[in-house]
């Protein structure tokens, strides 16, 4: 019957094995395997498939190939050939499938014993191959380095491959044709856990190549003239590296000295030296086209950074002696990363391009310089500084537009600058200088504040000293009781603020007295405030509200007198259950404007059937019903006047069975049941019990109780 398929797509399917039977289908030109884990074999029937031309093995488990397998003469695409130990094609198989184009990886390479076998594949006359991954099992511990030294040799691809990625080499040597002129067309290198090649390749001599990555090679301890691939770098010899756009070295562990005194890397953009901890000296010293550089882990280099008037983005990490010459040399500087390091660089303020600066676990750095920021600086992020305690105070003098600040576990942290947007997250002892003198009112110009885990002095925020906030979002506080505007200042109108969230804070009681004076309010998220009894008073006067969620708060009981604000369209009540207890006094029926209801949380024990009549407003275009544990069945006389309804969701709800007999309404276009055990099963297309009173609905997707698979039945 499928004989004449031509695609199979079975990529990321728990597939564990393909059937013998796959060899016959002997029309197939496509099999897609890619990210089938549980695949470690393919049966040696796949060699009946003579029209093959794509094998996308990419991300299986395959612990070698099939024999046979150069039957496949017509294959184009074969992302991977993993040489088997004992049994299985041998890499020799690879010199019959002559159409070979695009990228290969070859695994296991410790199991080719005979190096002749590498020659015999073939790969030098494999011109349309040009992105080859060679790779040895890390895992296994080859003794014989000579064998895997001549079978990279005996791998040299065609000249005209663009990407080549070496890992796990474990031979004392590189072959000589890595680094040979004749591969114009080299535009990518990565050399990974190469441990036993105590020098490099003469890679400064491919001249097309843009992107270098060398990492894990244990024995390098200098990188010198062989790099570069002539003895010295006067004017009269060739340019190494003319076309390298990017320099990577990581994780370079007995590397200790980088020659590279008159070396100019012309056309270099981004440069990174990471976690090489012997490193000492240098780098380059002129870098014209650099615009992202990254130092980390390198305790012991004691260098200058390089002349690189482009340079935009630079990362210092654990390198306190790599000094910046002078601010000139960094004129183009808009992102300064530093991590781990005792001081601040001098010439911080000098940086006259910078807007971005992020400061990071810099332990023992108790205090800033004197000095004011850099006069273009918008964004400042200081995290996990734990004995910082200020920052100076004129560090605003020469600077209008710093406009976000985020400290992030300053546990010292006391005092902080005026400025736009303010995000403070744990940090323990800061006391915000808020002031309930309107007249001399620091946070004046402060739009956006986010506050998380704040420590033990933060029991009360004074909404009177932010004026102009806009946003204001107040999370794990679990020491806050109050939000409160002082006596005498009830008059203030906080006309900015638009959104307010506030979220695990256990210990809140209280809102000022009178309400919130925030008649522009559109937003407003209370959760997880375990002691609250009320909402604000005047609820009803906020006229601009239009979302309204309130969750996790099992002591409010009510909502204030004059009900709720008419204007609302979005409306979401989660596990409060002494609210829901009063749910028919919430007059959602007044709501003209009300179309999204989301309701959960309804532990009643005598609920065995929602909603009410007269309970929700015709309004509703989606209803979302969630955790009501002994729910039954839905009401027909409280869904039926929903002639609005397009979207119903019904979650956890474990004991209910039925739907309305008289069916949903008629407006639905999408119904979702997840976790109702009972109702799915009832609800199931082929068992017919319920599916008639939802047959009209076009799109059903109900969820299983244990495996969250999607079912979707799209009907006509």
């Known amino acids: 019957m499928l004989c004449n398929l031509q695609s199979l797509n079975l990529s990321s399917t728990n597939i564990q094995k393909l059937p013998k039977s796959i060899g016959m ?12 884990h549980g695949i470690t074999e393919l049966p040696p029937e796949i060699e009946n498939l003579i029209h093959l031309q794509h094998l996308d093995i990419s991300g299986t488990k395959l612990e070698g190939m099939p024999t046979g397998i150069n039957k496949l003469k017509d294959l184009r695409k074969l992302t991977a050939f993993v040489v088997g130990k004992h049994s299985g094609a041998r890499i020799t198989e690879l010199q019959d499938l002559s159409h070979l184009r695009g990228a290969l990886s070859i695994f296991n390479l410790q199991n080719v014993v005979n190096a002749t076998d590498a020659l015999k594949a073939n790969l030098k006359k494999k011109k349309d191959l040009d992105d080859l991954v060679f790779a040895w099992d890390p895992c296994v511990i080859d003794s014989d380095s000579e064998n895997q030294t001549r079978v990279l040799e005996n791998l040299q691809p065609h000249t005209k491959v663009k990407r080549l990625n070496i890992q796990h080499y474990y031979g004392t ?10 591969f114009t067309n080299l535009v990518f290198l990565q050399l990974e856990d190469c441990k036993s090649c105590s020098s490099l390749p003469p890679l400064g001599q491919l001249q097309s190549l843009k992107d270098l990555q060398i990492a894990k090679m244990d024995e390098v301890q200098n990188i010198g003239a062989d790099f570069y691939g002539n003895n010295d770098c006067d004017s009269s010899s060739m340019k190494p590296f003319g076309s390298l756009e990017i320099l990577r070295f990581e994780e370079m562990l007995e590397w200790e000295e980088w020659v590279c005194r008159g070396v100019e890397f012309p056309c270099l953009k981004e440069l990174y030296i990471k976690i090489c901890p012997k490193l000492k000296k240098d780098l380059p010293k002129h870098l014209p086209k ?29 390198c306190d002696d790599v000094v910046v010459r002078s601010a000139s040399s960094l004129t183009s500087l808009a992102s300064l990363d530093i991590r781990k390091v005792c001081k601040i660089p001098p010439i911080l303020h000098s940086l006259a391009s910078l807007k971005n600066l992020n400061i990071q676990e810099c332990e023992s750095l108790a205090s800033f310089p004197e000095m004011a920021l850099p006069p273009m600086l918008e964004r400042l992020e200081i995290r996990d500084c734990p004995t910082l305690e200020s920052l100076p105070e004129g560090m605003m003098q020469n600077n209008t537009t710093l406009q976000y600040l985020d400290t992030y576990s300053c546990g010292s942290l006391r005092s902080l600058p005026t400025l736009k947007t303010l995000s403070i997250q744990r940090c323990e002892k800061l006391e915000l200088a808020l002031q309930e003198d309107m007249t001399h009112n620091h946070y004046a110009s402060l739009t956006n504040l986010n506050i998380w885990s704040t420590g033990d002095s933060f029991t009360s925020f004074p909404l009177a000293s932010f004026t102009k906030l806009e946003y204001l979002r107040i999370i794990n506080c679990g020491n806050l009781e109050s939000l409160y505007i002082p006596d005498g200042l009830h008059h203030v109108d906080l006309t900015s603020l638009q959104s307010l969230f506030i ?5 809140l009681v ?6 919130l004076p925030t008649p522009n309010l559109t937003s407003l998220w209370i959760t997880s405030c375990k002691k609250l009894k009320s909402l604000p008073q005047g609820m009803h006067s906020l006229t601009s509200l239009e979302s309204l969620t309130i969750e996790d708060c099992p002591e409010i009981d009510s909502f204030p007198i004059g009900g709720l604000p008419t204007n609302l369209s979005d409306l979401e009540i989660r596990n409060c259950n002494k609210l829901m207890a009063c749910r028919m006094e919430w007059r959602l029926q007044t709501l003209p404007f009300l179309s999204w209801l989301e309701i959960g949380g309804l532990e009643e024990e005598r609920s065995k059937s929602f909603p009410e009549e007269r309970f929700l407003p015709s309004t509703l275009t989606y209803l979302s019903i969630k955790n009501f544990p002994n729910l039954k069945s839905l009401d027909k006389k409280g869904l039926e006047h929903l002639t609005s309804l397009e979207i119903l969701s019904i ?33 199931q297309r082929d068992k017919r019990k319920k599916w008639p009173n939802i047959s009209h ?6 969820t299983g109780e244990m495996d969250f698979l999607y079912k979707e039945v799209i009907l006509s």
Do not use: H
């Open 290 to 318: 650099l615009t992202k550089l990254e130092i980390s882990e390198c305790e012991q280099l004691v260098c200058c950074l390089p002349m690189a008037p482009s340079i935009r983005e630079l990362m210092l990490e654990e």
């Open 651 to 683: 979650n956890e709800c474990e004991k209910l069975e039925s739907l309305p007999k008289q069916g949903l309404p008629s407006s639905l276009s999408r119904l979702y049941i997840g976790k109702c055990p009972l109702l799915e099963k009832r609800c």
């Open 173 to 182: 040597k590189f072959p000589k044709w890595l680094g040979d002129l004749s």
């Open 503 to 507: 979220f695990g804070c256990s210990n």
């Open 697 to 702: 609905i076009p799109c059903i997707v109900i």
């Open 25 to 36: 289908l002997c029309n197939l030109q496509s099999l897609m395997l890619s990210n089938c």
């Open 510 to 515: 209280s809102f000022p007295q009178g309400g």
